[in-house]
């Protein structure tokens, strides 16, 4: 084998796009283009796109036009660079294709109907019929390499694929899919990225079988250098069908991202069946396909199977109560105007958290996918998190932790990317013995780039973004620049264009532990651009709103620092001690009152208060000092002092949330469902159902509950529909399930949430009727859209970091 040429391969790649969908949706595939001058073979291009479209190889032709207008010229390589192409499958332009969405549904065409380059590829016959063990004497090295030792034979339709042989090749010839007509011989490297869909042998008009790398992701620039484009050994005894339809068998996993996006269109999908029919599958029809063929898309669309089974469970609508649907339901719990009824009674909004988020199709979370799905199920109230990078102009990008590791493929901290360039990334699992499981360095690339505000925001992006409600969860000194950004940012661009963010319905969230006071946020405004209140008003159209969290750390910090309690002796009995319940109740009251007296300054001025208690609380008894576990009213141990100080403050925590319910009607309150990022399999001697969240600063994954009596509080935040008192919005991780629990427990049932005062969740719930209890039971069973299960590919990676 000749040296090859040594090049430097970009890595371009060259986006080919159907002309019948929407702009949104119609990412046909992407070709890499690893051609000199960052180029795709025009044929081979065609035989790729031909082999999804229909098999139309031989009337498809590409243009750089929606419309067929500019069309490339036949032949010529096509220039990534200059932009996307979109693929026509015949003359006629406005011809609306259909395509093949999987390998089990594609038909192998006659001899004769083959790509002419493989029509005219020259195979010398086989001296004699033989069984794929005869393909080490036959070839007697490797078709690729020509190297003799490790070779091993390949089937080019893989032996697993009988059934498809059996359909498209023979029914009853013998030795069928193990003869050596569908063999050729691999060296054992080769023949390993061979089944992986690396590379594919793809013949060529010059009458030449090559190397085509298929997957440049999946293999290292050497690879490339080595071997892409490299002209492959002579064949003999192979059938030029098996050969086209191992192409085929690589190609149909090329389209995986148009599969995934189709999940959130909201049109049909024109597609050919197996049986030669043509049908257009509805929205619905088609992710019932998807969830009912899970196995087979895995294979057939590209999803490496160590992605794709960590997370098998697709979002599913729970069960509700007979004379409810699930559209009324929506409706009622994800309004378009939902700011708008925050004065009124009741108020109920479920906000999707960190969008609507699918790990089973691969929509991660913080993405602009994740707003469309949700989108698509009507779903219109979305919380989202929000950094800014000081490196890039303080741009706003959407991402929960501090590093990229869970959700790109940079291990590193946002600081040192270039967010406008980040793509997102499915990770599977990675489970060593002895360790906690983590995200592993390997990962699928996904076809959206970490998205910014300026993404979320725009109707061009986001279609249906102008209905929805988002929350914008602001960490640090992010949460006074998006006050400062939202209210004194023109109402027109410089030239004179309406300005669509200004007509967007924001809540704006910040923390008490990054402003424990007003004057924090005051003094953080002014450095920000200038200060809010009374300087720079709120403009009523803007109809953002802010909410403000608050944790108890800052108010038991106030309160140490007032009786002068140094944190070296804050130790739970010293606590317990020190800090009286009504020490504790007085310290959050003034605290939080502090910031709705601020709404005095400015009328349009909107709070809405967060106060974070998990309901451990209910179960502390002022005046014993005694505390109980709230789901099953067990008595918790005296030993147990921290828990039973957290029970204090939580009581303290809750009594302020209902006092302030009742000195201020207009006010709106807030909460958060809290469930895993990751629940583990109930399998391999793994803790069952062990539950495990991100840490926020390293995006390390780590135990969701502590164990005994330090895990209630993580569990009673688990809960769907709330405890007492209940929040006008939640923010939930499975919003549906929120909305069931609402729906059982407070419009079928009616129960009296005050009653959790007294008695434990189980003995409240059991007032229900049976029907009620069972469902409940079930909604705040396993998580399972983010439950792992199946093998897990635990030591071999997809791509190297």
């Given at each position: 084998m000749s040296a090859p040429k040594p090049l430097h391969f970009p890595r371009g790649i060259l986006t080919v796009r159907h002309p019948h969908y929407h702009p949104h949706f119609n990412t046909l595939l992407e070709l890499p283009a690893l051609e000199e001058g960052n180029k795709v073979n025009y044929n081979v291009a065609l035989i790729i796109c031909g082999i999804i479209a229909d098999n139309s190889w031989s009337t498809g032709w590409f243009a750089r036009s929606r419309d067929g207008n500019k069309i490339c010229k036949q032949g010529i390589p096509i220039d990534a660079a200059s932009g996307d192409v979109y693929y026509f499958a015949k003359r006629d332009q406005d011809y609306k294709y259909p395509i093949c969405i999987s390998w089990a549904d594609w038909r192998l065409p006659k001899a004769d109907d083959l790509p002419s380059a493989f029509s005219k590829l020259q195979i010398d016959p086989p001296q004699r019929a033989s069984y794929m063990g005869d393909v080490n004497e036959r070839d007697q090295s490797c078709r690729a390499s020509g190297i003799i030792d490790s070779c091993e034979p390949a089937c080019l339709v893989p032996a697993s694929e009988k059934e498809w042989w059996n359909s498209n090749v023979s029914e009853t010839s013998e030795p069928g899919i193990l003869s050596a007509l569908n063999g050729i011989l691999l060296r054992a490297d080769m023949h390993q990225s061979f089944n992986a869909g690396k590379w594919m042998p793809m013949a060529t008009e010059e009458g030449r079988l090559r190397i085509y790398v298929v997957r440049p992701a999946y293999v290292s620039t050497q690879f490339i250098q080595l071997w892409h484009n490299t002209e492959m050994k002579k064949l003999v005894g192979v059938d030029r069908s098996c050969l086209f339809a191992r192409v085929a068998y690589a190609v149909l996993s090329l389209q995986h991202e148009f599969l995934a996006i189709r999940h959130l269109a909201s049109d049909n999908l024109l597609v050919r069946t197996k049986d030669g029919e043509q049908k257009e599958m509805t929205p619905t029809e088609f992710r019932q396909f998807d969830a009912a063929h899970s196995s087979n898309l895995t294979k057939s669309t590209g999803f490496p199977n160590s992605i794709r089974r960590s997370f098998p469970h697709v979002r599913q609508y729970p069960e509700l109560p007979s004379k409810y649907d699930w559209k009324t339901q929506i409706t009622k719990y994800s309004m378009p105007n939902f700011g708008d009824l925050l004065h009124q009674k009741?108020?109920?909004?479920?906000?999707?958290?960190?969008?609507?988020?699918?790990?089973?199709?691969?929509?991660?979370?913080?993405?602009?996918?994740?707003?469309?799905?949700?989108?698509?199920?009507?779903?219109?109230?979305?919380?989202?998190?929000?950094?800014?990078?000081?490196?890039?102009?303080?741009?706003?990008?959407?991402?929960?932790?501090?590093?990229?590791?869970?959700?790109?493929?940079?291990?590193?901290?946002?600081?040192?990317?270039?967010?406008?360039?980040?793509?997102?990334?499915?990770?599977?699992?990675?489970?060593?013995?002895?360790?906690?499981?983590?995200?592993?360095?390997?990962?699928?690339?996904?076809?959206?780039?970490?998205?910014?505000?300026?993404?979320?925001?725009?109707?061009?992006?986001?279609?249906?973004?102008?209905?929805?409600?988002?929350?914008?969860?602001?960490?640090?000194?992010?949460?006074?620049?998006?006050?400062?950004?939202?209210?004194?940012?023109?109402?027109?661009?410089?030239?004179?264009?309406?300005?669509?963010?200004?007509?967007?319905?924001?809540?704006?969230?910040?923390?008490?532990?990054?402003?424990?006071?007003?004057?924090?946020?005051?003094?953080?405004?002014?450095?920000?651009?200038?200060?809010?209140?009374?300087?720079?008003?709120?403009?009523?159209?803007?109809?953002?709103?802010?909410?403000?969290?608050?944790?108890?750390?800052?108010?038991?910090?106030?309160?140490?620092?007032?009786?002068?309690?140094?944190?070296?002796?804050?130790?739970?009995?010293?606590?317990?001690?020190?800090?009286?319940?009504?020490i504790i109740y007085k310290t959050v009251m003034e605290q939080v009152q502090s910031f709705i007296e601020m709404r005095s300054t400015n009328p349009s001025y909107e709070l809405v208060l967060e106060i974070v208690h998990s309901g451990l609380g209910l179960g502390y008894d002022v005046a014993t000092g005694t505390a109980r576990n709230p789901l099953d009213g067990k008595p918790i141990d005296v030993k147990e002092e921290e828990v039973i100080f957290d029970s204090r403050v939580d009581r303290a925590m809750i009594d302020v949330s209902v006092d302030l319910r009742e000195r201020y009607s207009d006010l709106s309150f807030a909460s958060c469902t809290r469930l895993c990022d990751v629940r583990l399999p109930e399998e391999d001697g793994l803790p069952e159902g062990e539950e495990l969240v991100a840490n926020i600063k390293t995006g390390k994954l780590e135990p969701k509950l502590l164990k005994g009596a330090k895990g209630i509080r993580a569990k009673l935040r688990s809960i769907h529909g709330g405890l007492y008192p209940q929040s006008d919005i939640v923010v939930a991780d499975d919003p549906l399930a929120e909305i069931a629990a609402r729906t059982w427990i407070d419009e079928c049932a009616k129960l009296d949430r005050s009653k959790l005062l007294d008695l434990s969740y189980n003995d409240w719930l059991k007032k229900a009727a049976i029907e009620v209890q069972e469902a409940v039971k079930k909604l705040n069973g396993p998580f399972l859209p983010n439950t792992v299960e199946g093998p897990q590919d635990r030591y071999k990676d997809i791509v190297e970091r």
């Open positions: 009741p108020r109920n909004g479920v906000f999707c958290h960190r969008g609507y988020y699918d790990r089973a199709m691969n929509i991660p979370e913080n993405s602009v996918f994740s707003i469309l799905n949700g989108i698509d199920r009507g779903l219109l109230l979305h919380e989202v998190d929000l950094r800014t990078n000081t490196g890039e102009g303080d741009l706003f990008f959407l991402a929960h932790d501090e590093t990229a590791c869970r959700v790109t493929s940079k291990d590193r901290k946002w600081s040192s990317i270039n967010i406008r360039e980040a793509e997102l990334a499915a990770k599977h699992l990675k489970m060593e013995l002895g360790e906690c499981p983590d995200f592993a360095s390997s990962y699928m690339k996904m076809i959206e780039k970490v998205p910014t505000m300026e993404d979320l925001l725009n109707p061009d992006i986001v279609t249906g973004c102008g209905d929805c409600y988002f929350q914008l969860d602001l960490r640090g000194d992010a949460f006074p620049k998006a006050i400062n950004y939202f209210t004194e940012h023109p109402t027109s661009d410089n030239d004179g264009k309406h300005n669509y963010r200004n007509n967007f319905k924001l809540f704006l969230k910040g923390y008490n532990l990054d402003f424990p006071s007003p004057k924090d946020l005051e003094k953080r405004l002014a450095v920000s651009r200038g200060p809010i209140w009374g300087v720079a008003p709120w403009v009523k159209s803007h109809q953002v709103r802010i909410i403000m969290v608050f944790y108890a750390k800052p108010f038991i910090d106030y309160a140490m620092e007032k009786r002068n309690i140094s944190p070296a002796d804050a130790t739970p009995k010293k606590l317990l001690e020190k800090l009286d319940y009504n």
